[in-house]
Structures are given as structure tokens and as C-alpha cells.
């Protein structure tokens, strides 16, 4: 039920708005004759819309914008006035109502105003939840060793102006990586703009990129600008860089030069402001060597490279992003969340994820999402194939120091004991053999295990 505060030093003329708000419009109303009993109420009472009136004695209409703007309270207001000075109402606008009425008008129009009001509040309300959805999606989830270092050399190059290359696996965060820099550079309310070189056929591809005046060539009917033009002082983030044609490659390489772009059929050329980030899986300096990529192109954008390590060099962080997945999956489609045993965890550790990396993670727990019928998900919700090979992995160790295998080894105990035992650690530390407590927190700082971290784990 909609709930609206009818704000008037005339307690008639409150009395007759409620009224008329009840009968005609079928909300619930309160009725307050001064501001400070109108901000009184607002603690106590869940107010969907207020209306106020602009001219009372003591706080005004403008002094009750005022303290709500001060006090965070985010109610939405729509002022009125009796004295039909608008200019009154467009100050009230500024600080904050959402709109204006005039107290003559008819009680549809404030109706219709009402829930203008609420329909605006409601987009707004969701907006903001998809924001937050998405920026909980979006920022790379781990504490390996292998990832801090990535976030070092992130925080490191995030700011500078310079072309960056992010080099990876495919699915291990290329993108996410692009898109947490961008977020974390100087402009990160500018565009992110990203052009996909393998999604494009070659003719497309360069008006996309550069743009082209109306009648560039057949079929350009009209004058379009192109990424790095939508990019202005943001990102513009190429990603497969290495499937870029060479004619596209040459004309890339003298934009990144000249810092200008010219679009298809003009010969004026534009400024770029635009940060450039690219990615591939390919291995760019085999490609040079085979003529496929060139060198010059090469070595502008490889001045600075952030290398995202494949998931197997990182398994410890398959824990945390199991979790990750577990929550952001399970909300997506309205379940209660589950949980994944440790048994299930040693599993997926004991797998080699080269295929398609953090991505392949995702779909496996996903499928296990839809496989288990209970709140827990156990080894034999692990699809098969994963579930095989895993056994296979226990003894591969591959080309990995032998530093970086121990602390990956360590780390995986101590997570499966601690999730054998609650994460009691105590009790886990009893289980390890170890002398107390303490010995078992000092060895879980340095590996950078955390308590926090097991959301859903357990
Ligand atoms: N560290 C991470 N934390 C959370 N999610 C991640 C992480 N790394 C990757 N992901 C998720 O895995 C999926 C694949 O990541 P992304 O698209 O960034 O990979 P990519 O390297 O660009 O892959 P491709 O080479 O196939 O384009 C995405 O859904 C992404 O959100
Ligand atoms: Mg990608």
C-alpha cells in the first residue's frame, strides 16, 4: 500500500488533499501541519511520496528540503504552492523535489503526478540493484599469490595513459581485467567500449573502429562515429587484438601514433583521448614471427603487459571463486544458496580448468547448481568428465616452481582441513597436528587463507 505525507500549516486544506488522495487515488495518508512534524514522521512512518506545501510559517517548505537533503532521506517530494510563483518551484526542484504542482489543479493531475513520482523511484531503485549486481559480478574474486600479483601490476598501470596488453588463457579474466582497470583508472565514468576483432568481418570492423562519413562506401548511408571517437577520455578495449586484420593493423598502429583517427571517407582528423587496452590469447610474438601481426603494432602495445595466469597456476583460488559462482548464480535464478562440501572442492582443485579456464568453472558450477536437489553440493554432483580427470591430476605437476607448487599445496590443506572442521580453527589446528591455535593463524596469514572468505563453503 502507498503510503503519502500531505505537508500543510492549513490543516484544512491537509485534511481535504488526504481525503480526496484516499477516495480518488486509493492510498493511505498522513497528514502533518508543521515541518518538523513532518520530518518526525518520516522516522517512524515508511512515506512512499510527500507533498509539501512551499509556504508555511516557521520551517518552510524549502528549510523540510533542506534537512532531508541533509539527512539522507531520500523520500520523494512534490511541492505545492498556492501563490502560483513558479520560479519558487524551480528553486524547490533544485534541492531536490521531484516535481510541482499548483494546489488549484485537480486531484487526477496530482494523482498522475504521484505516480509519475513512485515510477520514477521504482527505475531508480532497480537501476541501482543492477548496479550493484553487476559490480559484484565484475571485480576479479581470488587471493592467490598468482592474483595479488596481478592486482599489483594492475594498480600499476591503471593510471597511466599508455596502451596495455592483457595476455591470458581464454576464460581466465582477460575482460574482467580490462574492465577493472578501466574502473579503476582516472576517467571511470567515461565510456568502456569494447570491439570484439574476431566478431567483425574486416569491412565492418574498420568503420566500427574509426568510423565513416555518409557515402564512405556502399551502404553508408549515414555519417557514423566510430569506438574510438564513443570511447572519448574513457577505454576503448580491443579485445582478440590478434585475429585483427593486417590492412586494420596498419591503420591501428598510425591512430595510436598520431593520437588522431580519421573516419572512413574524410580527411579530418579528430584527437583521440581514449585509453587503449587489448587482449588475446595468442601467442603475439609467434604470430609476428609468422607474418600474421605486426611487429611495430607489436611492440606500441607491449610496452606494458598484465599477463592474467591460467586458473591451474592459481587452484587455490577455486575456492573462493566456487563460492563466487555459487552466490551470484543461485540469486540469478532465485534459489536458496548452496553450499559446496569440501569433499566437492577437492575435486574441482584436483582438475587442470585449461580449457576455458574461470569460464569453464562457471558452467561446471552451474550444472552442479542444477544437478543437486539438496543445499549441498557433493562430489557426485561434479560432472564426469571432470570428476575423471581429476583423479588423473594429482601428480602432474607441469613446469610450475617448486616455491609456487608448496605454497599452492599448503594452501589447498589448510583450506580442506579448515573445511573439514567448520572452520574451527582450533579443532583444525588439533587435526594438523600442530601446536595450538596460534601456529595454525600464522600459517593462515601467510598463505593468505581468511575466515571471511568462505561465504558459502560451509
Ligand atoms: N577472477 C575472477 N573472478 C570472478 N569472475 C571471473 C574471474 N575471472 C574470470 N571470471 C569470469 O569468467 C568468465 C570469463 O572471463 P572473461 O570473459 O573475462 O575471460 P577472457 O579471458 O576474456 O576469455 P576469452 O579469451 O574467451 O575472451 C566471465 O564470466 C568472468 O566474469
Ligand atoms: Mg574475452
Redesign the pocket.
Known sequence: MTLVLVVDDVAAMAEQYAYDLKRIGGYDVVTADEGEKALELLKSAAVDCMILDLEMPGMDGFEVLRSLERQGDEVPVIVYTGTGNYQRCIEAVRLGAYGFIDKAEPMERVIREIETVLERRRLRDEVAVLQRRLGA??S???NSAALQRLRESMTRVARIPSPVLIV?E???????VARDLHRAGTERHAPFVAINSAALPETLLESELFGHERGAFTGASTTRKGAFEAAGRGTLFL?EIGELPLAAQAKLLRVLEQRQVTRLGSNHPIAVEARVLA?T?RDLEAEVAAGRFRQDLYYRLSVHVLR?PPLRERLSDVAD?SS?FLATICERFGMRPKKLSGDALQVLMGYDWSRNN??EL?NVIERMIIAADGDVLRPEHVPLEIQEQSRGMATAAGDRSFQALRAEAERQIVVAALDRNDWHVTRTAEELGLADHASLLKIMRRLNVRKEGRTGLD
Open positions: 559480478e565484475s576479479l574474486v581470488g591470458g581464454s576464460g581466465s579474466g582477460k575482460e574482467l579485445d587482449a590469447n592474467v571463486l563466487h574461470v569460464r562457471r
